[in-house]
Structure formats: C-alpha cells, structure tokens
C-alpha cells in the first residue's frame, strides 16, 4: 500500500467489512486498517482481531500477522501491546506457515524494542517446550544462544535450551549444543555449567551433535578469549563455494607457501528483498544457485588480461555514467582485486542507424592510478548490450592513497547501416567519442561488509596494536541518525548488534562497524557520536593490518 492516508476516511466502512460472511473480504479489510489505522486504534483492532483469527484460514491468518508486522515497525511504542496478542495468537491452533509468520514477527519486535526483549524471548521460550517443527525450534534456539547471553539474568535460558538436548530430534539438539556454547562463551560465571552440559553431550548418538560438543567443549576448557571469538561466536565469513574452488586449486597446484585464507573470498552481506504484498498472488522467480560474485568471477576469468589478477574481492553495484535517455548508455561495475581494480563498462547503442565498432572507455591518466590494460568491443549493434574493460593498477608506492576520480571518455569507430536491415555500409567509418561522467573509486570499494555477531569479542580479539584514534566535526548532517546512514555508506562497512538505530530523544550514539579490507584484513570501527551544535565524532579503528587501520581512520577527514 503506497498511500495509506488516502484511505483513512474509509476507516468507518472497512470496520463494518470486519464481520463479512466473505473472509476474503474480512481478511483484506482487517489489514488495511492495520495499515491505515492510528496509534489510538491499535489497542481496539488487535482485539477485534484476536476473536476474528479463529474463524479464518491458516493463509488468511498468515496475511494478518504480516500486517501485524508492518504496524509493529509503524507505532514502535505499541510493542508491548503487540508482544502480549502475538503471544496469545501463539498458543493457537495453525499449521507451519501461521506459526513462522507469528515467531519472525515477534523476533522483529524484540530485535527492535530492548523493552520487549526479555518478554519475547520469554514467549518463544514458551513456544519451544512443545514445538512440532524443527525449522522454527532451531531458528528460535539461535536467537536464545545471540540474545539470551546479554540479557540481565541469562541463566534463565540453559533450561529452556538443554530440555532440548534431552527431548529433541537431532537437528534441534545439535542447535542447542551451539546456543550452550555461545552462552558458554560470553558468561563467564555460567562457563563450569555450561562445560557440564557439554560434556553430557560428547556421548550423543548423532555425529554431528558429538562433534559440535566435543569442539566446543575443547576450546571453551582453553579460557582464551580470542580463541572463543573466532570460533564459537564469530564463525567463518568466507564462501563455502568459494572456499571449496580454492582448496582444489590449491591442492591441483605445485604451490608451496601454505593455504591461505585471506585469499578466499568473503561472504557478501546482501541488502533485504523488497517487501511483497502478501495479498499478491504471484509467484517469486526460482532462485538461481550460482551468485552475482561466482557470475562475475567466471566472466573475468575469461578475459585472457585478467586471468593472473587473483581473485576476486568485492564487485560494486552497477553505477550510471550517462542519462539514461542519450545515444549511447554506460553503466559501469568496479571489480575490485587484491592489487589491480577492473572497470567493466556496459555499453548499449541506441541509434539504429549506427553500428559501433572496437568500442572502448579511454580514462585519462591521474597521478596515482595506473591504467595496465584496455579490452574494448569489437562490435556494437542497435540496442545489444556490449561489455569493455579497463584495469588499474592499485598505487603501490603511497598503499594508503586508495581514491581518486576517474575522467571517462567513450570512443569507437562509428559505421552508417540500414535501419530495418542492421547492415552496415561497406565505408570504413570515421572515429568519434563521448564524454560520460567521472567514475570515483571510494574506500568503500576497498571494504568488503562482514558482519560480526559479538563486536566486543571481535574488538578484544583484534587487540591494540593496530588502533588509530581521530575525531572529527560532521558538518553536512544535523541529526544523529543521517550522521550514521552517511559514515556506513562512506565506509562501506556493516553496522553491528542493530547499532544502525538511533533511539529518539538521543543525544548520544555508539555505532559499531565491522568489514574486511582489501587484501584479506579484518577491520573494526566504534564511533561515538554527540549531537551539540551540529555533530561531533570520535572515530577509534582497529585492524589485523595498520594500512587498512590507518586508510579507515583518514577516511573521513
């Protein structure tokens, strides 16, 4: 619904339709006044609501909570309310569907709101004690193992998790054996309980719940922080595909320096789909395995210019250099490589009555970044796509100097042919260009987004010896939450334990931001924010490498 005040004055009628014989109609009017409706009727339709969802469908009431959802996000101040009908809504009868909808909603809720919090976990707590479906009780078992460690008193949990050791399916028991560990992990008075427990579980009759306790078990007994980040609480962030690729290639070569690991490449953090009107009766496309970094990877391995340059770290997303109503279109994707950056430029030519030939993008040499190949397109027809490539070659000499401003120049031989036929004349052409807009490389394309799930842990882990401190005046924001949305798009680093939020009313704010850097390093960022006068930063880096340390840190200045 893209302007539900429009609809407000339909309020008094859509109330009527609540107790239509028709539940289609009932459905479809219950949540549009969900969406519709103010702060002061949430109260009064969440009741009318609670004795409506018994007389419904299972597809229906899964349409309800999702509108539930949405005025969750809506009237955050309401969460309370919301937390005590979903609860209830809950215990209900349902199939697998009503039940997802109803436990991603609370966990929407209680990610959102520190009030509703421990209430939810409390319910969903509630929920696992006789929960059918291992989907959600392995889902919910997470959330308690990231959650439930830093709450006030996280010991109310281990009961709730290990009853699913005892009773549950080997899924379910496997889960809960990571959940102990985490809490294991993080709660140092719970930790002689917590190896206890695993210990139990060392003589499951499931492989896979032996294995996970005995490893847990084993580098819990060792007591070393650094050892319980990287293992138990902030596990692998590089591709499985791609971790598979590089072992066998490995493995195939006469390579003699040991595997390494920061070669692999990482775990992009993708951003959420849109959201889909659950009324919508269409179908999402089938989901393709392969992602747009293993697309990108195999495409460039063809290009014989770009076979030695490793692989591939991070691609941007595709950015406009041209109007998209002009003669010819170019968009262009940076991929970004250990040591060289390869331009990739889609053309499209959309006169039909040229043909365009050995098309490339010329960029005119800056001072530090060196342009080492050009791969042009032989051939560009009336509106077909036509790809061209140019490499640069990262500045070596000055490793903090990563920016610049690229001035782009489109050039090609330009061929007359017939408009209905394509057939070019039998001329030879004559040479043109087009000036496109510049292309900026940033520090956020040297910045892969890796999230961390325990920031403190990770921060302890990567210790001071790399720390870089600066403050800073951030004069073109006035609001503490634009303050963040422009320092995590500069950065291009991922906003850890929903730090991305500011609280209303506040006039402080710690955000916390985690990422790997070219080259492998992991990169971790706490900066506190104070909004007096405009607002005022203190930025504090840490890294594995002082480059990378020191290219965050400067960043912003």
């Given at each position: ?7 407000t004055a339909?309020?008094l009628?859509?109330?009527?339709l609540i107790?239509d014989?028709?539940r289609s ?13 103010n702060e002061?009727?949430?109260?009064r ?6 004795s409506?969802?018994?007389?419904i469908s299972?597809?229906?009431k899964?349409?309800v909570v999702r509108?539930?959802s949405?005025?969750c996000?809506?009237?955050p101040?309401k969460?309370?309310v919301m937390?005590n ?5 809950l215990?209900?009868?349902?199939g697998?569907?009503y039940k997802k909808a109803i436990?991603e909603c609370i966990?929407d809720v209680l990610?959102?709101s ?5 209430s939810g976990l409390?319910h969903?707590?509630e929920?696992?004690?006789?929960c059918e ?12 193992g990231?959650?439930?460690p830093?709450?006030p008193?996280p010991?109310k ?18 889960a809960a054996v990571?959940?102990?560990a985490?809490?294991g992990a993080q709660?140092?008075d719970?930790?002689?309980?917590i ?5 139990r579980s060392?003589?499951?009759e499931?492989d ?6 005995t490893?847990y078990?084993?580098t ?7 050892l ?8 692998l962030t590089v591709?499985v595909?791609s971790l598979?690729?590089?072992l ?10 040991p595997f390494n690991m920061?070669?692999?490449p990482?775990?992009s953090?993708?951003?959420p ?10 179908r999402k ?7 747009k970094h ?6 460039l391995r063809?290009?014989p210019?770009?076979?030695?340059l490793g692989?591939l ?17 170019v968009?262009?994707i940076?991929h970004v490589?250990a040591k060289?950056?390869?331009l990739q ?5 959309t006169l ?7 098309v490339s993008?010329?960029?005119e040499?800056?001072d530090?970044?060196?342009?080492i190949?050009?791969v ?10 036509g790809?061209t490539y140019a490499c640069?070659?990262?500045p ?6 990563v920016?610049t ?5 489109l050039?090609?031989v330009v061929k ?6 394509g ?7 004559y040479?043109?260009e087009y000036?496109l807009?510049?292309?900026d490389i940033?520090?956020?394309?040297h910045?892969m987004?890796?999230?961390?799930a325990s920031f403190?842990s990770a921060?302890e882990e990567?210790g001071?010896?790399?720390?870089f401190?600066?403050?800073?005046g ?5 609001t503490?939450?634009?303050?963040v949305?422009?320092i995590i798009?500069?950065l291009?680093m991922?906003?850890?334990e929903r730090?991305?939020?500011v609280q209303d009313?506040?006039a ?5 931001l985690?990422?790997v ?5 992991s990169?971790?960022?706490?900066a506190?924010l104070?909004?007096r006068?405009g607002v005022?930063m ?6 594995s490498d ?8 400067s960043?912003?200045g």
């Open positions: 619904m893209k302007h539900p005040s429009a609809v339909c309020n009628d859509l109330e009527n107790t014989v028709n109609i009932a459905t479809l009017a219950i949540t549009t006044l969900l969406k519709t409706g002061s009727s949430v109260e339709l969440m009741k009318q609501i609670t409506f969802m018994s007389e299972d597809e229906f899964v349409v509108a539930i949405e005025l996000q809506k009237y101040h969460h309370a937390m009908y979903l609860s209830s809504m215990r209900d009868e349902g697998f569907a436990v966990i990610e959102e520190t009030e509703s919090k421990e409390a969903l707590c929920f696992i004690e006789d479906h291992t989907v959600l009780a392995t889902k919910i078992i997470h959330l308690l990231r959650e439930g830093k709450t008193n010991s949990y281990i009961r709730f998790i290990y009853n699913r050791v005892i009773l549950e399916n080997e899924a379910v028991r496997a990571s959940a102990l985490r809490f709660c140092d719970l930790l002689p309980s190896l206890s427990l695993l210990s060392m003589m499951d499931d896979e719940v032996r294995d996970r306790a490893f078990y084993h819990l007994n060792n007591r070393q922080k650094p319980n980040s990287a293992y138990i609480l902030n596990g591709s595909r598979e690729r590089c066998e290639e490995y493995v195939q070569s006469t390579a003699e320096e920061k070669t692999v990482l775990v953090v993708t951003n789909e849109p959201s889909v009107d659950p009324l919508s009766t269409s496309p089938k989901e393709t395995t392969a992602t293993d697309i990108y990877t195999e495409q063809r290009v210019e770009f076979a030695q692989n770290f991070k691609s941007s997303e595709p950015i406009e250099l041209t109007e998209s109503e002009t003669e010819y279109v968009t262009c940076k490589f060289h950056i390869v430029f889609n053309c499209t030519n039909n009555d040229q043909i365009l030939e050995d993008v010329q960029i040499q800056g530090s970044f060196e342009v190949a050009y042009s397109c032989p051939s560009l027809p009336y509106n077909q796509l790809t640069l070659l990262i070596e000499d000055d490793l903090t100097d920016t401003s690229l001035s782009c120049t050039k090609f007359d042919c017939d408009p209905n036929t057939e070019a004349d039998d001329d030879d052409g040479g043109d000036a807009e510049d292309c940033n520090v956020a394309d910045v987004k890796v999230p961390k403190g921060w990567l001071d010896e790399n720390e401190e600066d403050t800073f951030l004069s073109s924001v006035s503490l939450q634009d303050a949305k422009d798009k500069y291009g991922q906003s850890c730090s991305d939020k009313g506040k402080t704010h710690s955000l916390l985690s990422g850097y070219r080259g492998g390093h990169v971790l960022a706490r506190k104070v909004l006068d005022t203190q930025l504090t880096v840490r890294s002082p480059i990378a340390a020191q290219v965050i840190t960043a912003v």
